[in-house]
């Protein structure tokens, strides 16, 4: 069991920033993929960013590439979400998300309760 919980949402206006935080316990982080994902009303949960917890590799989605950053802090088993040059587009509740690999596969097996994020014009 991976307990997950997000914090760090709120409303900022379109170009600024906010960072949200994951914080992880329940479980060795040492061979998990951490992620954050987003939804938006009446729109399909959408991949924004992962990160390997060893060795620290990420990868992003197209629309935050270059905008966002996923780090993790191995001391606090915390993983953040840098998020600048907000666009209204960004508003959606962001979930965070820790899988292992398992049939060949890297899965998404647990979930925190979202954080909303609200991005004004």
């Known amino acids: 069991q991976v307990q997950l919980v997000e914090s760090g949402g709120g409303l900022v206006q379109a170009g600024g920033s906010l960072r949200l935080s994951c914080a992880a316990s329940?479980?060795?982080?040492?061979?998990?993929?951490m992620g954050w994902f987003r939804q938006a009303p009446g729109k399909e949960r959408e991949f924004v960013a992962y990160i390997w917890w060893s060795g620290g590799s990420t990868y992003y989605s197209e629309s935050v590439k270059g905008r966002f950053t996923i780090t993790r802090d191995n001391g606090k088993s915390t993983v953040d979400l840098q998020m600048n040059s907000l666009k209204p587009e960004d508003t959606a509740v962001y979930y965070c998300?820790?899988?292992?690999?398992?049939?060949?596969?890297?899965?998404?097996?647990?979930w925190g309760q979202g954080t909303q994020v609200t991005v004004s014009s």
């Open positions: 329940g479980r060795t982080l040492s061979t998990y993929r």
């Open positions: 998300a820790a899988g292992q690999s398992r049939g060949g596969r890297y899965h998404n097996d647990w």
